[in-house]
């Protein structure tokens, strides 16, 4: 078995799931008492939070490449990002260490590629919905459309993540929202939606839509697995 170098504290919330799906995975797969092969550095997330708001991405990047070069001097055999929009900056965090990335929306572009997904909406923060690094690696990579909320609803999103689910809150009035345009995403021609920021799937799920709804924690989280049992 791999061992699994997860760079997490943003937020520490959907970290927390990252090693809960990462083991139960493992647990699935080799029974017994087996479970995963674990580095994890959890950086402050307030840190993180500040720099991003004040698009300073760069010193961003030297943070989480020196808390990456800790978990390789740890003997992580690969690097999972447990977050969506950090991996804005994934291919400088890449330059700085010789293991390698496991990159999130190439796990999810596999994934609805496998699902036989041409079009597909996108929830994330406003940095994953309006800028083209994650995007443009699924619509690259897979050839798969990829379509984002109007303007009005962007900021929705990005305001619940931030301002509720990071810090761990869950409302019933902005599950609503959530689900509201998820529907309009779907009516645009969506055959499903990315929750693409690892926050989201606290707030919604399978059950509460008729709408394919793609993990993107859960998603990344078993592909890793994928990769340490291979």
Request: proline share 1%; glycine share 6%.
């Amino acid at each position: 078995m791999k061992t699994i170098g997860l760079l997490g504290g943003m937020s520490w919330e959907s970290t927390a799931l990252y090693y809960k799906q990462i083991n139960e995975e493992v647990k699935k797969q080799l029974g017994g008492l087996h479970s995963a092969k674990v580095v994890l550095y959890s950086v402050d997330f307030d840190e993180i939070e500040k720099l991003q708001h004040e698009n300073r991405w760069e010193e961003t990047a030297s943070i989480l490449s020196e808390a990456a070069k800790n978990i390789q001097n740890a003997n992580a055999d690969f690097l999972v990002i447990c977050t969506n929009t950090m991996h804005k900056v994934a291919p400088v965090i890449q330059d700085n260490i010789n293991i390698p990335i496991l990159h999130i929306a190439y796990a999810t572009g596999k994934k609805l590629q496998d699902e036989g997904i041409s079009k597909v909406g996108l929830l994330g923060t406003t940095f994953t919905m309006k800028e083209e690094f994650y995007k443009n690696s699924i619509q690259k990579s897979f050839d798969i459309e990829v379509i984002v909320p109007n303007e009005e609803d962007i900021k929705i999103v990005h305001e619940i993540i931030y301002e509720e689910l990071c810090k761990g809150s869950i409302k019933e009035t902005s599950k609503k929202e959530y689900l509201r345009i998820i529907d309009s995403l779907s009516n645009r021609g969506a055959q499903g939606v990315i929750l693409g920021c690892t926050e989201i799937g606290m707030l919604v799920s399978q059950m509460d839509t008729k709408t394919k709804l793609f993990d993107t924690t859960y998603i990344h989280a078993s592909e890793a697995v994928k990769k340490a049992l291979k």
